[in-house]
């Protein structure tokens, strides 16, 4: 049988070739303005224009503007990151030693870790912004061309590239990083000690994530809230007008945002669960082996192996050829790739788990006893809860169901009503998926005990590749379809990406649900890793007979931390609407000091970098306060107050952020596609479409959803990550002060 | 010394004493346009018009159709409140018996407190609505004279019949109930089983409760809502228009929902805290006698002498002579209650208590020893922290500071802006509030445990006569500038009742922040009351290591909790719009049909009662879903799947409760005051005043801040509470039932 190491590296390398044989494709389209599609009477710019040569002379402008855009927001960024690791991983360095009685080299090991994952984080999100820049361009290009297959399949190979690159990146890096530690500790009674140092890598790509989301969050909603403000509101031209200053700043957003940061947050997850599962079932090597061990990390290997296999049905097998076929597509990939990994994830249990093997529980005294099929049952409640909650998504945001319509039709009586039936959907929304997530916690708890909450992490995050792929695929035709409009194409390329767009928007909205879920099941596993850790160090003291939440400190930071998310949620909503009124302010200066930019044909661009400069230095500035909440909530309950006041923390915070994170991601994809519906509705329909005031007040839902689901909502699932890992990191450290009571002698 | 009897009893009477004549003295106020005042060139409404007479005929006329509609609906209402009690008084009686292993004495007398508790809550609501609706008018002739002091004092009297009469009521009957049970219940170690008997009461309560609130909830804001879209937005005319046919409705609905739902909602909170409160220390009367177990109840009764004494402040005193001291004279009132309960509270605890008693902790075996001192401070770190609750709601609620100020600003670049910072403002307002709960959580349980949350709780409430003197004194303000626009008075009145409505706009959201906060202590008391009847049910077989949150049903219940305020606040939001906009296409079918009633000077009026019919009908209709669900949950969790299960549920509710039902009333009360705000600007200022397209902006704030601050933020306290006293009363089904472990046999 081959052995778990080869097939881990073989599937990572795998992951990697696909991702650029997918780039390959990828650039062998010239950035050139088609002329043998039918929509080749493009409309020049300049006096001279009519001509091909001009409109690719503007694609390319357009293409290095967004690129330069992009690329200086994210050195700016990853410049701030960098700072941040540099004295976090000192912090790591000193706090963990301490903790572990001076151990220096778990102290170094979790470091080096931390940096990994850190610099792993940050290789994926600029990869990931790299490709989707390279590829925007280049899909427009192809839509160009008569037909759907070229376009779709463009953008589904950028996002191809991600999916694929990252997960490759991601496992690679964390399975060396193991084979280097075993040379340390070459004993299975050892690793323990290895799985926890490998806890820093999670912490790592948390923390980057964190960042990358909100600054990346901010800056995408600071632009795009900004440009539809002025654009839509103000002077009634379209978002992606060439004449409207923040049109690039929107573009570049769409970037560093809705790829880079979300590309980090996912690879945080992936490789939180994955810790989260090492350390709780660390002492399955003991008794069986490495190759048992890693298994959950067998499992991410497969996953991308089927990944692969199924992104042929979109690409080959069943092509897009008509705009009914998008959605479909996309939605194919989904439930194929669950439904394949089934049948995978019992076969890797069954070769690579022992027939049985022993546990011990988080409470008491008991042992487990788990077979092959019940870890794999765990895995796959995973997997199946995660394609529910998409679906239940699917249902709230897509257009194509009641709940949507309903707040559609509630614009009729103006923009009030639209935000009370936007915000009753997303509180709404929340009911299946937590229902659903209960469920899949019961059932995977009561099976496997905590390893199996984190095995059901894992397989909410199986098919990784394909989310990303499909998430990616968004922002890649919303920025084809704005580059379209900026070099003044033929209005019928524009609904091509458009088409695109929307369907990746209804997936993009099932691509957060998984992110959500998935959070939620990671963060439960890291705090029963959390505990464990602590109950191992007490040497049973503390919570052998589970928590207690009746104990007054407990109780007190559980309502503490049911407010964290909130508090988070006030200050990057507060960051975005504040930096869009900057924005709004810049635009409206320049309309007022230069007004021929507002002519139909005008001679003169209008300052796309002043833009540019508000969302960066915005998103910079703002990223830092609810970043250090998030950090140092945890980190300062933990050392002040001690252990009792971090468990309620840690689950009060989970509880609430679950909820909210739903329900803020819902309710903006529901005015998005609300608009979206009116849009499509014609004048005399009772809906009366475009321009009118019922699209006027959709307007404001949309507006107001930015945020809710590009900023704020999706960053609360790293809110319980990081908060989580952060505590199982320096679980040792909180119990060497003063046995777990904090500095305050709590305990 | 006197008795404890003598003491509540003699505080019950001289409450209802000091309710009726406060009644009194509004009663001497003739309804009759005054002619002598500033204000008496009153315009006529008919060609005959411009004298008093007619004017005073209108008041009369506006005054019987909001009394006849509030009093149409409150039957409606009430009627579907006596079948839920017929009903669930059965449930009562024969879960109760059941689970008591058919001790029917029990399951009678918990039946009988249940409909006493409901009995009381209607008469409280019902008695308010009457003396709102009969002062109202009057304090709209008052303000025809010259001078703030005396529509002051009318208004401030109407709150004080309400206050005073409620509190006399409730205590009244809990403790006449108590001295009968005691009839049967003779001996101290019996009294566990009359406390028992009596959490019926606070059942009662709650449940009218719920249905006053979110039935008066959504009559209110149906109306209210769908009077501005239609008056505001569609046609330009104010929402008191006597155009305007939904503008009795709205008046109506101020004193159906602000007034009785708000009553029943408090009445609740006080029957519940002082019930948990007897429970958890029912054993003190076994050691030390009645007089020490009845010390909650003392102190409430003590609670309203010093309100009594406190309100002379307020219209005797420092009476009030300019609009500046309105604000103030209402704050002093909450200051001057609390400072003096200090001293009160501590000569109570010193005058009733033993110089020490013992009491069980809820978990483990700990026997804690109580000395006076140690129950004062509980109380009194419940009633400061009321105070800083309330002092900081007022912060993020009123236009003096920065947090409106920043939401009226945002409304420069439209409402979506507005709406962004409107909501980060409600998320941001929860952090202190959080904060000084979970001081008071972790002071008042270390101190004394779970006793001592309950005492905290009877602190929070221990100024209730003032609170709800407070809180009725808004609506009938706003009510009497209501009459004042549509008697068409002169606009030096309005505009007087309209600067008494503001203070009494900020003093209701501190109410609102007294409210939530005790309910949140309620809640945890009753919570752990539920524990320890578990606890004793089950011989310490269950939670006497307190309840675990890593049990796997418990945790998958905390998030199934955290829900459940969600989905209620989903309901309840989702009820309002959908009943606002029906009541716009009426008003909208009205003016279609009859376009002369836009006339400046219409010959005929509109049909208001057709717009009352819809808010009734409406309101009754939606206020079951959300009602079942809240009374459903715990119900069926606790039966279906056992005690695990239900902690789980309302830890988890409670946590979410919190956060969302502060964040919504302040975000709502936040809005209405930002729009406030820029209505007080001028035209030429940067807000540009009223009328103009900010103005409009902060209009949809308000609008949708409707629902948030008087429908679903304020219900949400009572989501917490019912379902908490809920599982209190029918602990020991739930026990019954396979030992805790529901019909699945989940335990």
Not at 199 to 223: E, Q
Not at 514 to 526: E, P, Q, W, Y
Request: proline residues 4%.
């Amino acid at each position: 049988m081959v052995s778990a190491t080869a097939i881990i590296l073989g599937a990572a390398v795998l992951a990697l070739v696909w991702a650029a044989i997918q780039f390959l494709a990828i650039s062998k389209i010239p950035v050139k303005s088609n002329e043998g599609g039918e929509a080749d009477e493009t409309t020049g710019l300049t006096s001279e224009g009519g001509d091909a040569d001009a409109t690719t002379e503007r694609l390319l402008e357009i293409y290095t503007a967004i690129y330069e855009g992009a690329e200086s927001f994210l050195k700016a960024e990853y410049t701030v990151c960098f700072w941040f690791v540099l004295v976090f991983s000192a912090i790591v360095l000193i706090l963990v030693s301490w903790g572990t009685g001076w151990d220096w080299v778990r102290g170094a090991f979790t470091m080096v870790s931390f940096v990994l994952g850190a610099g792993t984080s940050i290789v994926s999100g600029y990869l990931g912004m790299k490709v989707a820049v390279y590829s925007n361009v280049r899909t427009t290009v192809s839509a160009q061309k008569s037909g759907w297959t070229a376009c779709f399949n463009t953008a589904f190979r950028a996002g191809a590239v991600m999916g694929f690159a990252l997960c490759g990146l991601g496992i690679l890096m964390l399975y060396l990083t193991m084979l280097v530690y075993r040379t340390h500790y070459p004993q299975p009674e050892e690793w323990i000690y290895l799985t926890e140092c490998l806890t820093g890598y999670g912490l790592g790509g948390s923390s980057i994530a964190m960042f990358g989301r909100v600054g990346g969050g901010i800056y995408t909603k600071a632009a795009d809230v900004g440009a539809d403000l002025v654009g839509k509101v103000v002077h009634g031209i379209p978002e992606d007008d060439p004449r409207n200053p923040a049109t690039i700043a929107d573009n570049v957003g769409d970037n560093v945002g809705d790829v880079a940061g979300m590309g980090s947050d996912l690879f945080g997850s992936f490789a939180e669960s994955t810790c989260a599962a090492l350390v709780i079932g660390s002492s399955v090597g003991v008794s069986d082996g490495w190759d048992a061990m890693v298994f959950p990390i067998i499992v991410s290997g497969v996953g991308v192996a089927v990944c692969l296999v199924c992104s042929f049905l979109a690409t080959d097998i069943l092509p897009v050829r008509k705009e009914e076929h998008v959605e479909t597509a996309l939605k194919v990939q989904l439930i194929s790739t669950t439904l394949l990994m089934i049948p995978a994830i019992f076969l890797t249990a069954f070769g690579f788990l022992p027939t049985q093997f022993a546990l011990k529980a988080v409470v008491g005294e008991t042992e487990l006893t788990i077979a092959p099929w019940m870890a794999a049952s765990c895995v796959i409640m995973g997997t199946v809860g995660g394609l529910i909650i998409g679906l239940i998504t699917e249902y709230f945001t897509s257009h194509s169901y009641r709940p949507v319509r309903e707040v559609a039709d509630a614009c009729k009586t103006g923009p009030a009503t639209n935000m009370i039936y936007g915000i009753a959907l997303g509180y709404k929304s929340v009911i299946i998926p937590v229902v659903v997530l209960a469920l899949v916690i019961y059932g995977s708890f009561r099976l496997c005990d905590m390893y199996g909450v984190a095995l059901a992490a894992i397989g909410f995050l199986s098919n990784l590749a394909t989310g990303l792929t499909i998430d990616v695929y968004g922002p890649v035709c919303d920025n084809a379809g704005g580059i379209a409009e900026m070099a003044e194409l033929d209005p019928a390329v524009r609904e091509k990406t458009d088409a695109l767009d929307a369907a990746g928007n209804t997936t993009a909205a099932i691509g957060k649900g998984f992110a959500i879920g998935s959070a939620a099941l990671v963060s439960l596993a890291l705090f029963g890793a959390f505990v464990t850790r602590i109950r191992h160090s007490s040497d049973d003291a503390l919570f052998s007979d589970g928590v207690n939440m009746l104990e007054p400190l407990t109780f007190a930071f559980l309502i503490i931390g049911g407010m964290i998310p909130f508090a988070f949620a006030a200050m990057t909503m507060k960051s975005v609407g504040f930096a869009a009124m900057m924005m709004v302010m810049e635009v409206q200066r320049q309309f007022d000091e230069r007004p021929h930019l507002l002519d139909a044909n005008p001679t003169e661009r209008p300052d796309y970098d002043a833009c540019i400069k508000i969302s960066t230095e915005a998103s910079l500035k703002e990223m830092l306060p609810p970043g250090a909440m998030v950090i140092l909530t945890p980190l300062l309950t933990g050392i002040l107050f001690g252990v009792n006041a971090l468990s309620g923390l840690l689950v009060g915070a989970l509880i609430a952020a679950v909820q909210l994170a739903i329900s803020m991601s819902n309710s903006g994809g529901a005015w998005d596609n609300a608009k979206k519906y009116i849009e499509k509705a014609s004048p005399d329909s009772d809906l009366k479409g475009k321009g009118s005031d019922i699209h006027k007040a959709a307007v404001v839902g949309d507006t107001v959803g930015d945020p809710f689901k590009d900023t704020s909502g999706p960053a609360l699932n790293i809110v319980m990550k990081l908060m989580a890992v952060l505590s199982l990191v320096f679980a040792d450290t909180f119990y060497a002060i003063n046995n777990g009571g904090g500095l305050f002698h709590m305990a």
